[in-house]
């Protein structure tokens, strides 16, 4: 296409780096497992992200919310790690892998991480709520973005 300037062209020798937004929902767990399976067939590196929320009410509501969420990522990693290891660790699984820790909006730490670590594609679980359905889920918020390809598992 004449006229159209791409800084920064993804996907032309397969994915580098996948990259699926995780919490302790099933959906999720599954998109995870997608992910690690196509980062495995492509070669490509993992990163898994947990937003943790952050809430601007009262003190010990919002402390209390930190302390969840911390101990949320805590328990992420931990089965994460535990799952890979079970499976003969990087190695053996075949899969280079993070795990990183975001607070905020999920949909805007996710866009900023996948910016940040110029992910190629982007794996999400489907959403549980049924409020989504009014306002718009992260993975629709994420396809009409239009930057990665995005798949939300079911």
């Known amino acids: 296409m004449s006229g159209v300037a791409n800084d920064f062209e993804r996907g032309t020798d397969g994915p580098k780096l996948i990259l699926a937004g995780i919490d302790e929902s099933d959906s999720a767990m599954r998109a995870a497992a997608y992910a690690g399976g196509l980062a495995r067939r492509q070669g490509a590196e993992l990163a898994l992200v947990y937003v943790r929320p952050i809430v601007s009410s009262t003190a010990?509501?919002?402390?209390?919310?930190?302390k969840t969420g911390e101990a949320i990522a805590e328990?992420?990693?931990?089965?994460?790690?535990?799952?890979?290891?079970?499976?003969?660790?990087?190695?053996?699984?075949?899969?280079?892998?993070r795990f990183l820790v975001r607070a905020g909006d999920p949909y805007r730490e996710l866009v900023a991480a996948a910016e940040e670590l110029t992910a190629d594609a982007v794996v999400v679980g489907a959403s549980e709520s049924v409020g989504h359905r009014v306002i718009g889920s992260i993975a629709v918020r994420l396809v009409r973005a239009g930057r990665w390809p995005v798949t939300v598992v079911p």
């Open 60 to 66: 010990t509501f919002a402390a209390e919310t930190v």
């Open 75 to 97: 328990d992420l990693e931990k089965y994460l790690t535990e799952a890979v290891e079970s499976r003969g660790g990087t190695e053996g699984y075949g899969v280079r892998w």
